[in-house]
């Protein structure tokens, strides 16, 4: 079953002659649990479509579809409450607290609606990203790995529907690259989470099951690599 679809998805920055076309009429469907990744060179509209997808742009035309329910259809402030409850967004540079501790930035999204924090889901996840012993250290006190495990906490915390991952290795060195992208290939494994992961890193891409490729704004290749 289709979790989430992207129609005729386009936006335009700028008006007139320095318009700038960053997506031209994407479309594709990704199926509840399935782990795709969105390479492309820079500029070619990869994180554009990420930042569409997960509600933190509105698009020049076209529909984003999660749960079978318009994206866009929503004012700004139930667009905030579906970026901290329907997706959970990764970012290459972990936007962190940096006066909160591990387990606080994990439970931002929570704490920010106002709802209990499942005891359960922290505890699994602390053991899951290696975090046990580091629950009271800020981001400050955190290798650059580390501080990636918390935001990934943070992306799972709310068992979203889905995980928008931003180049997360990008600023990492080759160890902890190879470590995050096993992180988020066992949490699309152990529990089911849709992830979508931007990367310009193809050698990381493979470890999606399938591959989207972006030049230009538009699509070139959809490639499944594994079923």
Known sequence: MDILTVSHLSKTYGKGDTAT???DDVSFSVAEGEFVAIVGSSGSGKSTLLH???GVDRPTSGKVLLNGQDV???????LAVFRRREVGLVYQFYNLVPVLNVVENMTLPVALDGRPI?????????DKLGLRGKEGYLPSQLSGGQQQRVAIGRALMNAPA????DEPTGNLDTRNSHEITQLLQDSNRDFGQTLIMIT??????????????????RIVRDERIRS
């Open 21 to 23: 076309r960053a997506l």
């Open 52 to 54: 569409l997808m997960g």
């Open 72 to 78: 866009y259809a929503r004012s700004d402030e139930a």
């Open 118 to 126: 499942n005891q359960d889901r922290l505890q699994g996840l602390l």
């Open 162 to 165: 889905v995980v928008l991952a």
């Open 200 to 217: 310009h890193d193809e050698t990381i891409a493979r470890a999606a099951d399938r591959i989207i490729a972006i030049e230009d704004g």
